[in-house]
């Protein structure tokens, strides 16, 4: 893929009027190439009570942009529970410069790549918000796999960084 705004966009919507959730589980994605023109990383998010579940990327390699400021890693992404799904609904860049995650349950990422161009990315690689079971597995990053910064995480042993 070249020229596109973000490689990889996964997102439960709950825009129905009655209390039903939508749900994305069991998908598997593998052997991308990407080129992206934008800020907004890719992302894998749920809402609450429609958690994304059973995602697997493998096999990647995502060349980014780079730069912007600090600030920027430190963004509050809306939830925008009612809003279409598509890139561009939480603004023009997420808190990551490679991947978001939120509301997941059993991501995995293995043998990826978040490359950057230009300038050095000043957010972190990887963000999870309300993550579980969330595995980063044999990635390459720009920024150290300790800039990957994960909020509300459950900490007995469901991030799992191996290099």
């Known amino acids: 893929m070249t020229d596109i705004q973000t490689p990889i ?22 052997g991308i190439t990407a080129t992206a ?16 579940q059973n995602v697997s990327i493998s096999d990647c390699v995502f060349n980014l942009l780079g730069g912007g400021p600090v600030s920027d890693g430190n963004e ?33 990422l293995q043998n990826i790549q978040f490359l950057t161009a230009g300038e050095k990315a000043a957010r972190p690689s990887i963000v999870a918000d309300d993550a579980n079971g969330l595995r980063i597995l044999d990635c390459a990053y720009d920024t150290p796999p300790v800039e990957i ?13 191996e290099k």
């Open 9 to 30: 966009f996964i997102r439960v919507g709950h825009r129905n009027k009655d209390e039903r959730r939508g749900f994305v589980k069991n998908v598997v994605i593998r």
């Open 37 to 52: 023109q934008s800020q907004i990383s890719s992302s894998i998010t749920g809402v609450e009570g429609g958690r994304v």
């Open 76 to 108: 509050k992404v809306p939830e925008e529970t009612a809003s279409y799904p598509e890139n561009r609904m939480f603004g023009t860049c997420l808190p990551s410069y490679g991947m978001y995650v939120r509301h997941a349950d059993n991501i995995t």
């Open 149 to 161: 910064a994960c909020k509300n995480v459950v900490k007995s042993g469901n991030v799992l960084l």
